[in-house]
């Protein structure tokens, strides 16, 4: 049986929609899943009888985690929440940390799961981590901005069978202090955390680059969305 995969929506606020952007759900097809796309709701007894048909949970990428999760006020004019979304992942993710569902986080994904599980942010890299390397790439996306360093012992790196690989990069917020809960698994040449997992956790991994955008030409990007749905399928 092929595992059901519950991917986080995406919403556009000029349009007023959800929309989902190809890769995810293709990506996690390739692999393997049954990718669907949750609606956009807080609604905690309709997001658990969505959530009791998942084997796993894809935290996309989208609106900066607002600066509420983890204890902030937000920079002015800086940054730009979905909270009904913050809401409904902290719904999906504190089930799946229940039932230990293995979960992949891609970009806002890891933000969020290093925020609500203690950590904080860099509201904005520009601002607060100025560097000269490249986290907010120009289109298209589908190629290399940097390159980052896989952690000795880690998941990651057993995975991809490689100590550095080059990854796409596309955003303005990171992880400023790592959830206790949560350990590195890649790390830029700029000091910022690009990868982490949950060691307390079945699969709980989360990149912070975009695998979506290069799984169709990029070995390393299959191999996560393959470890993910494996991962899933193996319940």
Known sequence: MKPMIGVMPLWDDDKESLWMLPGYMDGTAQAGGIPFMFPLTDNEDDLLRLCNVCNGFLFTG???????????????????????????????LRYALQKDRPVLGICRGIQFINAALGGTLYQDLPLQH??????????????????????QGSPLRKCLNAETIAVNSYHHQAICTLSEELSAMA????????????????FLWAVQWHPEFVYLKDANSRKIFSAFVSAAGSL
């Open 187 to 202: 790390v830029s040449d700029d000091g910022l955390v690009e990868a982490v997992w949950r060691p307390a956790s079945r």
């Open 130 to 151: 100025p560097s000269s390397v490249s986290h907010h790439q120009h289109a298209p996306y589908d190629r290399p901005a940097h390159e980052v360093h896989l952690s």
């Open 62 to 92: 989208g609106h900066d985690v607002s600066p509420s999760v983890y204890g902030q006020s937000p920079l002015p004019g800086l940054v730009f929440p979905c909270e009904k979304r913050d809401r409904l992942e902290h719904i999906v």
